[in-house]
């Protein structure tokens, strides 16, 4: 299964969210979006957005400086 990917590196709180939030838009419920960005602050950012919006944060890793993100959408 292939995960759509977002790169979001460079960017700054909360534009990583938004982003996302906005690419899940055309993901179909269960579906992975894997994103990649290097704000630190994006690691409690997205643990909130899973949280509120019932979306599944399936892995959170760090390399290089380069947070990944998979997130499967709810419904």
């Known amino acids: 299964m292939s995960a759509t990917i977002l790169d979001t590196k460079g960017l700054r709180c909360p534009l990583p969210v938004l982003r996302a939030r906005?690419?899940?838009?055309?993901?179909?419920?269960?579906?992975?979006?894997?994103?990649?960005?290097?704000?630190?602050d994006s690691v409690r950012d997205f643990r909130s957005f899973c949280k509120t919006t019932g979306h599944e944060?399936?892995?959170?890793?760090?390399?290089?400086g380069v947070f990944i993100f998979e997130i499967r959408k709810a419904g």
Do not use: Q, Y
């Open 22 to 40: 906005k690419a899940m838009k055309a993901l179909a419920p269960g579906e992975v979006i894997e994103i990649h960005a290097t704000d630190p």
């Open 57 to 64: 944060l399936v892995n959170a890793a760090e390399t290089d």
